[in-house]
Structure formats: structure tokens, C-alpha cells
């Protein structure tokens, strides 16, 4: 599990469809979501820099290489972990809920998985997933959208099958090919 985000994505390379009841609509005006996305942005920019630098000076055993091919199956199957204070406090709950789904544009699958040690994590799409696999909040996408792939420093990273990143170790052994890919 990321130990920063509590944020990762299936295996799964299934193109759902949408919900048969719908995408829940947004009750936020788009004036405030949009306002409040970039209220965020800077901070969130500076975060990952942040990150950026403690990789630059520790480097993780992994490296990214490739690109996105926008085949989308990314943003099909996001899954959040549900932190249990969102059960004891309810006015966290509800912010946690719009948040990620009124501002974000995530909504729930209408099912929840087992994380890696047992806690729940809801299993969400993105309404902003375009037909061709582009993302339509591209310049506001979130950060657990500018961080995948991610690597991580304990655990080996995985990608998802079609995917054009390729994972490679950073320093391996002499004649072993340890690439990661799909
Ligand atoms: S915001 Fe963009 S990149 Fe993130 S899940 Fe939605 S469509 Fe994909």
C-alpha cells in the first residue's frame, strides 16, 4: 500500500460500464469546483515536488520509463482506502464523500475490496474519463491520478496489462532482465 496516499488500483484491465442507475450527478457548481481545484493545485504541486526530491536524493529501487498510451484502464478502477475514523466521525465522512466524488469526480463501482492488510477500500471510477482515454480534468486531475504509476520504496510497483510505462529496476544485476511490463 502507498504509505502517503492511501490510494492504489486493481490488476483488473475490464472496461466497466457506467452504473446502471447512472453516474450520480455533481451538486457543486462547476465555478466552485473548478475554483476550489486550483485553490488546492499549488499545494499539491509542491507536495510532489517535494516528493520528487527525497527520490532525487534516495532514490527507490525502481525507475519509471515509457508513457501513457491514454487506454484508460487506470481510471476504471480507483481504490481508496476508507480510513475508520471516517466511520466514528460523520461530518469527516460527508467531507471525505464530496471531496472525492462532487469535486474529484470519482463515484463508487457499489462495491468495496480488501486492501493488502485486510482494511476496506472503496472501489471507484472517474467521471472524467473521456470515450478516447483522455482525461477531461487534465490540468486539475488529482494527485493519485499525477502519481501513477507509483513507486514505491518497500514493495515492488505493478502496472496495469496495456499500460505504456515500463518499470525497470534501477540498478540490476548484470544479464537479468527485470523489467516490469504489460
Ligand atoms: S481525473 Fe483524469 S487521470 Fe484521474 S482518474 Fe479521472 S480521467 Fe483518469
Not at 23 to 36: D, E, G, H, N, V
Not at 94 to 108: K, M, P, Q, R, V
Request: with cysteine; proline share 14%.
Amino acid at each position: 500500500m502507498p504509505a502517503r496516499s492511501h490510494h492504489w488500483r486493481t490488476e483488473s484491465s475490464q472496461q466497466p460500464g457506467p452504473p446502471p442507475e447512472g453516474i450520480p450527478p455533481q451538486r457543486t457548481p462547476a465555478p466552485l469546483r473548478f475554483a476550489l481545484k486550483a485553490l488546492v493545485l499549488p499545494f499539491m504541486l509542491l507536495d510532489l515536488v517535494v516528493q520528487k526530491i527525497i527520490q532525487t536524493l534516495s532514490p527507490p529501487p525502481y525507475k519509471i520509463t515509457g508513457g501513457c498510451k491514454q487506454r484508460g484502464h487506470c481510471c476504471h478502477y480507483i481504490l481508496m482506502q476508507w480510513p475508520p475514523i471516517l466511520d466514528k466521525w460523520p461530518w469527516f465522512r460527508a467531507f471525505w464523500l464530496w471531496w472525492h466524488t462532487d469535486i474529484h469526480g470519482f463515484y463508487s463501482r457499489g462495491f468495496d475490496a480488501e486492501g493488502p492488510n485486510g482494511e476496506v477500500v472503496k472501489v471507484m471510477s472517474c467521471r472524467y474519463l473521456q470515450k478516447d482515454g483522455r482525461c477531461g480534468q487534465y490540468p486539475l486531475r488529482p494527485a493519485i491520478c499525477r502519481q501513477w504509476p507509483r513507486i514505491e520504496f518497500t514493495s515492488r510497483p505493478h502496472l496495469l496489462k496495456g499500460c505504456g510505462y515500463q518499470i525497470l529496476p534501477r540498478n540490476p544485476p548484470p544479464s537479468d532482465d527485470n523489467t516490469i511490463s504489460k
